[in-house]
């Protein structure tokens, strides 16, 4: 099994960034595929990246391509999202996720990822 904690949201204006940090307990963590999702305002949660085990393939929602960057460090059982260029509509409760299938399945369904933070707010204002 494996906790997640999640960290680094803010508020920050339109255009400018944020990292988020999402730091995991248990031993087995280089073995997950670790995700970010987000929940806007009375929406539904959404994905948003994913990063296989080891790290060799990423993943993104067509919304954020090109602006956030999904990360992993094993060594310290982190998964970081760099969030750069970011718009109002960004503005949601960001979610860490783990799951030790994703990558072989539907990698943007919620209902797979079977481990969850506890969600960090990220606000960006006009």
């Known amino acids: 099994q494996v906790q997640l904690v999640d960290s680094g949201g803010g508020v920050v204006q339109a255009g400018g960034s944020l990292r988020l940090s999402c730091a995991a307990s248990g031993r087995t963590f280089s073995i997950y595929d670790m995700g970010w999702f987000r929940q806007p305002p009375g929406k539904e949660r959404e994905f948003v990246s994913a990063?296989?085990?080891?790290?060799?393939?990423?993943y993104y929602a067509d919304a954020i391509k090109g602006r956030f960057t999904i990360s992993r460090d094993d060594t310290n059982n982190m998964v970081y999202l760099q969030m750069n260029s970011l718009k109002p509509e960004d503005t949601a409760i960001y979610y860490c996720?783990?799951?030790?299938?994703?990558?072989?399945?539907?990698?943007?369904?919620?209902?797979?990822?079977?481990?969850w933070g506890q969600g960090t707010q990220v606000t960006v204002s006009q």
């Open positions: 990063i296989r085990s080891g790290g060799a393939s990423t």
């Open positions: 996720a783990a799951s030790a299938t994703a990558f072989l399945g539907e990698t943007m369904n919620p209902q797979i990822w079977g481990y």
